[in-house]
């Protein structure tokens, strides 16, 4: 008996930006409606960022929208959202962004048995040779898919 996952929101773009060298998991400190809204799929974190500030994790620039059928109180749809880590956790990944200059990447928003879950990926920036490097591996290694699919 596992645990459920439900995946509600993936950044494709940090893969193609980024070499991902590791990935931790991370609670989302949320208010009000914002759950639901999770629920219903109204989030993107295509252009966030995560940063470290004060011993504290935080999500910043992630859009989660407006619940429609609530009547209480609404938060702002960008606003910065902390992160629920562990403190060895959160000083590890401060000392690899300051000492070795990685960034901190939001990869993925899912439930895990019903908490909303993070992933945060280590991150280190790929430069425009790079990209177009592992393009023309991708191309290269469809060519010889489909070569070795026709014998």
Known sequence: MGCAIKIVCNNKKAYHNYFISDTYEAGIELL???VKSIRDGGVSINDSFISIKDGEVILKNAFIKSYDKTT???PSQTRNRKLLLHKYEIDKLHKQVIVKGY???PLKVYFKNGLVKVEIGLAKG???YDKREVLK???ESRKLNRELKRY
């Open 32 to 34: 009000g409606s914002e």
């Open 72 to 74: 209480s109180y609404i």
């Open 103 to 105: 960034s901190l990447v």
């Open 137 to 139: 591996e991708k191309t």
């Open 126 to 128: 790929k430069k425009l």
